[in-house]
């Protein structure tokens, strides 16, 4: 008659399942043993790999204690060993290997006296047993991802403690909440921006003549506070009729300017006729004094003064033309303005409005881009807030004689070297969810 050994934890399922009033509840506690089984024999059929160190140890040689990791190759070096390859076994099948060879081996010890003797090493004083494991691997939603070493009979739970325990701000994003906050204020800042650009183009098309009115009414539709929309529509209105107004100003200006210039041109054009008249009139005299002193009815000092009435005259002649000249250069410079005035306020117009309409594009995109990201914070946050936490999915990435396989976990599942655990964390269930 064979006896079946459980696990003394089996052995207490075992018993609850005995004593369970339903099948439901039989069927439960076995398939906990079969589990609980499963992971014994897992346990059992450990299998050496790269990585693991060993540590050889002969009784009556204390000197001959050694640690040797297993190489690249899948070998352990020790004297008296050679080279031993050791990969794929377990860890008794690796023992009872280096217990064979090491007990065909003859020991040489010295003795107190200086003597050297030679004995048999015997099978039971050799000893070789794991003492570090290839370190396991966490990533995933967790606080810390990265290298753990590994301790026997570790489980998921041990090493998701190590790393910092479940991070549930990892899940796709930082901090849902805070994230859905800020990226409300930022959704609301580029409504406000977007519509403050909205009300400049129309601002500039309105200058440019293409529109005649700027008002509230076409940015009503905006999530945007009524006042807020009225702030930005009254600004615009005012730097529309600021714009106006300077620029009748400067159009007032140089029309007066060039009114003022013609009204000038006529004074000194009247002068110049005047001055010219004169200047003749003071060479004529000169020249019937000089006609008189050369018949000597006249004395010579009044030569120089027809003389000196000459060169007074013709020095005013010619201050009135520079002064002339210098007025219609005036007038030419401001007609020449008064004709830029309208192009050259129209181009830079068209300018500025290319400018505001290539911004609103841009906040436009961002508006697009910061609603989406809204849209999943919230969902996220809705989640996280509802929910009852985060429920982990977790995996096992373990390396076996097939190659690698995918194994489905839980946080009671034991770890062995080199495996590498995934977490991902999934949003519970509603209370609405729950309660049902």
């Given at each position: 008659?064979?006896?079946?050994?459980?696990?003394?934890?089996?052995?207490?399922?075992?018993?609850?399942?005995?004593?369970?009033?339903?099948?439901?509840?039989?069927?439960?506690?076995?398939?906990?043993?079969?589990?609980?089984?499963?992971?014994?024999?897992?346990?059992?059929?450990?299998?050496?790999?790269?990585?693991?160190?060993?540590?050889?140890?002969?009784?009556?040689?204390?000197?001959?204690?050694?640690?040797?990791?297993?190489?690249?190759?899948?070998?352990?070096?020790?004297?008296?060993?050679?080279?031993?390859?050791?990969?794929?076994?377990?860890?008794?099948?690796?023992?009872?290997?280096?217990?064979?060879?090491?007990?065909?081996?003859?020991?040489?010890?010295?003795?107190?006296?200086?003597?050297?003797?030679?004995?048999?090493?015997?099978?039971?004083?050799?000893?070789?047993?794991?003492?570090?494991?290839?370190?396991?691997?966490?990533?995933?939603?967790?606080?810390k991802p990265g290298e753990y070493a590994y301790r026997p009979l570790m489980t998921v739970r041990q090493v998701v403690a190590l790393s910092g325990g479940y991070e549930l701000m990892r899940y796709r994003m930082q901090n849902p909440v805070l994230e859905a906050a800020d990226l409300r204020a930022?959704?609301?800042?580029?409504?406000?921006?977007?519509?403050?650009?909205?009300?400049?183009?129309?601002?500039?098309?309105?200058?440019?003549?293409?529109?005649?009115?700027?008002?509230?009414?076409?940015?009503?539709?905006?999530?945007?506070?009524?006042?807020?929309?009225?702030?930005?529509?009254?600004?615009?209105?005012?730097?529309?009729?600021?714009?106006?107004?300077?620029?009748?100003?400067?159009?007032?200006?140089?029309?007066?300017?060039?009114?003022?210039?013609?009204?000038?041109?006529?004074?000194?054009?009247?002068?110049?006729?005047?001055?010219?008249?004169?200047?003749?009139?003071?060479?004529?005299?000169?020249?019937?004094?000089?006609?008189?002193?050369?018949?000597?009815?006249?004395?010579?000092?009044?030569?120089?003064d027809s003389r000196r009435a000459v060169l007074m005259s013709s020095t005013r002649k010619l201050q009135t033309s520079a002064q002339l000249m210098q007025i219609r250069q005036q007038q030419d410079d401001f007609a020449r303005q008064l004709g830029k005035l309208d192009d050259q306020r129209r181009?830079?117009?068209?300018?500025?409005?290319?400018?505001?309409?290539?911004?609103?594009?841009?906040?436009?995109?961002?508006?697009?881009?910061?609603?989406?990201?809204?849209?999943?914070?919230?969902?996220?946050?809705?989640?996280?807030?509802?929910?009852?936490?985060?429920?982990?999915?977790?995996?096992?990435?373990?390396?076996?004689?097939?190659?690698?396989?995918?194994?489905?976990?839980?946080?009671?599942?034991?770890?062995?070297?080199?495996?590498?655990?995934?977490?991902?964390?999934?949003?519970?269930?509603?209370?609405?969810?729950?309660?049902?």
């Amino acid at each position: 008659m064979t006896t079946l050994r459980l696990p003394l934890k089996a052995g207490i399922l075992l018993q609850r399942a005995v004593r369970a009033p339903d099948i439901a509840g039989v069927m439960w506690a076995l398939c906990a043993i079969l589990l609980l089984c499963a992971t014994t024999q897992a346990k059992a059929d450990y299998r050496l790999h790269v990585g693991d160190v060993i540590e050889i140890s002969v009784a009556r040689a204390p000197e001959l204690k050694q640690r040797v990791p297993v190489q690249l190759d899948g070998s352990i070096s020790f004297p008296m060993l050679g080279s031993l390859r050791v990969v794929g076994l377990t860890p008794a099948e690796a023992q009872s290997r280096i217990q064979a060879i090491l007990a065909t081996k003859v020991l040489r010890q010295r003795a107190s006296d200086g003597r050297d003797s030679e004995v048999m090493i015997d099978r039971d004083e050799v000893s070789a047993a794991v003492v570090e494991y290839r370190p396991v691997y966490i990533n995933g939603d967790v606080a810390k991802p990265g290298e753990y070493a590994y301790r026997p009979l570790m489980t998921v739970r041990q090493v998701v403690a190590l790393s910092g325990g479940y991070e549930l701000m990892r899940y796709r994003m930082q901090n849902p909440v805070l994230e859905a906050a800020d990226l409300r204020a930022e959704y609301e800042t580029l409504w406000a921006e977007f519509a403050k650009e909205q009300a400049h183009v129309w601002r500039l098309k309105a200058e440019l003549g293409e529109s005649r009115t700027l008002e509230q009414g076409g940015l009503k539709n905006l999530p945007l506070a009524d006042s807020t929309i009225s702030e930005i529509v009254r600004v615009e209105k005012e730097q529309l009729k600021a714009s106006q107004s300077d620029y009748d100003r400067q159009k007032t200006f140089l029309k007066q300017a060039i009114e003022l210039g013609q009204n000038q041109i006529g004074v000194l054009t009247e002068q110049q006729k005047q001055d010219d008249e004169g200047a003749q009139a003071d060479i004529d005299e000169l020249q019937r004094t000089i006609d008189l002193y050369g018949k000597g009815a006249l004395p010579s000092p009044r030569v120089a003064d027809s003389r000196r009435a000459v060169l007074m005259s013709s020095t005013r002649k010619l201050q009135t033309s520079a002064q002339l000249m210098q007025i219609r250069q005036q007038q030419d410079d401001f007609a020449r303005q008064l004709g830029k005035l309208d192009d050259q306020r129209r181009m830079d117009q068209l300018r500025e409005l290319q400018d505001a309409n290539m911004k609103l594009a841009g906040v436009r995109a961002k508006l697009q881009s910061t609603a989406e990201k809204l849209q999943y914070a919230t969902l996220v946050r809705s989640q996280f807030v509802q929910g009852s936490g985060s429920q982990p999915e977790i995996a096992i990435i373990r390396m076996g004689e097939k190659g690698q396989a995918r194994l489905v976990a839980d946080e009671n599942s034991e770890l062995q070297p080199g495996d590498v655990v995934e977490v991902a964390l999934r949003p519970g269930q509603s209370v609405e969810q729950r309660t049902q």
